[in-house]
C-alpha cells in the first residue's frame, strides 16, 4: 500500500558485533557512525514486514487466536474510527493487460457497449462472427475501440465512437500475457494519457464493491486463517477502496490491482473461507468524520505501529503481531557492502552507516527515519527533506529488506 511520513524522533542505536553500543545522535553531524571495511558483510536484523500503518495482518491473525472479534480488531488497529456502509461500484486498473488492447474468450451472452455514444449490443452468435473463439477492443493511438474477432485470424466487426466495454452476466474471462482470468462486472477499453505518455489502451474493471472484496481478501491474506481476522481484512479492504473512490488515482479508475493499493485477483483469487468472510461483513467499512477511513493494513507491524498521516493511524504497541506463526515479526539477513555501492554507485567504496533519527518505539528505539551512506566519493541521505533526497524506504526496497525498523551490525 501507499506508505505515508510517519512521526519523527532522534535516536541512534547500531550495535557492533564486539558489544559495543552507539548511542544517541540526532543529525549526521553528531551521529555515531558505523564504519564498513572493505568486503564487509553487515548484519541486518529486523521487525515487520512493510510500512507498519494502520492493521497488523499477521496481528490480527493473531487477535483472533486470542478470540477477538473481527469489530474488534479494526477498532484496536483504526482506534477513533467508527462503524459505517458504502454500496457501488469501483473500477480497476488491470495491470497486467500491457498489449495495447482488451481481448476476451467469447461466451453466450457476450454484448458490446460503446463508451462514445451510449449503445449496447449483443455479439453475433451465428455466421463467420458467431464461431469466433475470442474478441478484442483495439485501436491506433488515440482512435475509438475498433471491435474486432478471431476465428482462423482477426476480422475487423465495428468501429465504435469512443472507447468500448465487455458486458455479460457471467463472470468475462480476459486474456494477459500469462493466461486467462475471469472478472466480474464489465471490462472496459479505454484511452488513457496518464503520466504524459502518449494515448495508449488500457483495461479497467468496473464491479461492484461486493464483488471486489471478494477477489482482494484471498490475495491479502491466507485462507487459512480464522473467521475474525479475514472478516477484519474484508472490512480494511472495502474501506481502503471506498477512500481510494473519493480521490481516485486516475479520471478512467479509482485503483489498482497491486501491492501498490490492494492486490486483487478477480474471480480467480475467490475462495469458500474468503467470500464468506466478506458476505457476513457485506457494505460494513469504518469510517473518519463521517467519510471512508485510510484503512492502510501491512503483512506485520513488528509489535508497533508505525504513526501515519491521519489521526487514527497511531503510534503504539501491538501485543497481538507476535506469535509463532508469523515469520515476519522477527528477521534476519545479510548484505555486502558491494551490493550498496552497485545500488548507489555514487558513493564509490563504502566506508560508513550512519542511522540519523528513528521514530522511538521498540527495540532499537523503533524504525529508521533518517540515515545517511557514507562513500570515499560521497554520500547518499535518505528521509531528509532535500529534494534529492530519497525515503528511508528506498534503502529497504533497493536491498530487499521487509520494513524499515532494523538494527545494522558488522563483524570484526
Known amino acids: 500500500m501507499p506508505t505515508r511520513p510517519i512521526r519523527t524522533s532522534s535516536v541512534l542505536v547500531v550495535t557492533l558485533a564486539s558489544g559495543l553500543v552507539l548511542g544517541p545522535a540526532t543529525d549526521p553531524a553528531s551521529a555515531a557512525v558505523l564504519h564498513v571495511p572493505r568486503h564487509a558483510t553487515i548484519t541486518i536484523d529486523g521487525h515487520g514486514y512493510g510500512h507498519g500503518h494502520g492493521m497488523s495482518q499477521y496481528g490480527a491473525e493473531g487477535a483472533a487466536r486470542k478470540g477477538l472479534s473481527a469489530n474488534q480488531i479494526v477498532r484496536f488497529y483504526y482506534p477513533h474510527t467508527r462503524a459505517g456502509t458504502f454500496k457501488g461500484k469501483v473500477r480497476v486498473l488491470i495491470s497486467a493487460d500491457t498489449d495495447q488492447n482488451t481481448t476476451v474468450v467469447n461466451q453466450p451472452g457476450l454484448k458490446v457497449h460503446d463508451l462514445g455514444n451510449g449503445s449496447t449490443v449483443a455479439l453475433p452468435r451465428t455466421g463467420r462472427a458467431g464461431q469466433a473463439t475470442r474478441w478484442r477492443f483495439s485501436s491506433k493511438s488515440g482512435k475509438p475501440a475498433q471491435v474486432s474477432y478471431r476465428t482462423d485470424s482477426w476480422h475487423l466487426w465495428r468501429t465504435l465512437e469512443g472507447d468500448g466495454e465487455f458486458r455479460a452476466t457471467r463472470p468475462i474471462r480476459l486474456v494477459l500475457p500469462a493466461g486467462t482470468v475471469a472478472y466480474r462486472g464489465t471490462l472496459q477499453s479505454r484511452t488513457s494519457t496518464r503520466g504524459g505518455s502518449k494515448a495508449h489502451r488500457i483495461t479497467v474493471n468496473r464491479v461492484s464493491m461486493e464483488d471486489y472484496v471478494r477477489a482482494v481478501v484471498p490475495r491479502e491474506a491466507f485462507p487459512s486463517w480464522h473467521q475474525a481476522a479475514l472478516r477484519a481484512q474484508a472490512i480494511a479492504a472495502r474501506?481502503?477502496?471506498?477512500?481510494?473512490?473519493?480521490?481516485?488515482?486516475?479520471?478512467?479508475?479509482?485503483?489498482?490491482?497491486?501491492?501498490?493499493?490492494?492486490?486483487?485477483?478477480?474471480?480467480?483469487?475467490?475462495?469458500?473461507?474468503?467470500?464468506?468472510?466478506?458476505?457476513?461483513?457485506?457494505?460494513?467499512?469504518?469510517?473518519?468524520?463521517?467519510?471512508?477511513?485510510?484503512?492502510?493494513?501491512?503483512?506485520?507491524?513488528?509489535?508497533?505501529?508505525?504513526?501515519?498521516?491521519?489521526?487514527?493511524?497511531?503510534?503504539?504497541?501491538?501485543?497481538?503481531?507476535?506469535?509463532?506463526?508469523?515469520?515476519?515479526?522477527?528477521?534476519?539477513?545479510?548484505?555486502?557492502?558491494?551490493?550498496?555501492?552497485?545500488?548507489?554507485?555514487?558513493?564509490?567504496?563504502?566506508?560508513?552507516?550512519?542511522?540519523?533519527?528513528?521514530?522511538?518505539?521498540?527495540?532499537?528505539?523503533?524504525?529508521?527515519?533518517?540515515?545517511?551512506?557514507?562513500?570515499?566519493?560521497?554520500?547518499?541521505?535518505?528521509?531528509?527533506?532535500?529534494?534529492?533526497?530519497?525515503?528511508v524506504d528506498d534503502f529497504r526496497f533497493l536491498l530487499g529488506l521487509r520494513s524499515t525498523w532494523i538494527n545494522l551490525s558488522i563483524a570484526g
Open 239 to 391: 474501506s481502503y477502496a471506498a477512500f481510494e473512490v473519493g480521490q481516485p488515482l486516475s479520471p478512467l479508475y479509482q485503483l489498482c490491482d497491486t501491492t501498490d493499493c490492494q492486490v486483487y485477483g478477480g474471480v480467480s483469487a475467490e475462495t469458500a473461507t474468503t467470500n464468506r468472510a466478506t458476505t457476513k461483513t457485506a457494505g460494513q467499512i469504518r469510517t473518519y468524520r463521517g467519510k471512508p477511513a485510510f484503512t492502510q493494513f501491512s503483512s506485520s507491524n513488528g509489535g508497533w505501529l508505525a504513526k501515519g498521516s491521519q489521526p487514527y493511524l497511531v503510534a503504539k504497541k501491538d501485543p497481538y503481531d507476535r506469535w509463532s506463526g508469523n515469520p515476519n515479526h522477527t528477521w534476519r539477513t545479510t548484505v555486502s557492502d558491494a551490493q550498496i555501492e552497485k545500488a548507489w554507485p555514487s558513493l564509490g567504496n563504502l566506508t560508513g552507516i550512519s542511522v540519523d533519527r528513528r521514530d522511538g518505539h521498540g527495540q532499537w528505539n523503533g524504525r529508521i527515519l533518517r540515515m545517511t551512506l557514507i562513500g570515499s566519493r560521497g554520500s547518499v541521505r535518505f528521509g531528509y527533506a532535500d529534494t534529492d533526497s530519497p525515503p
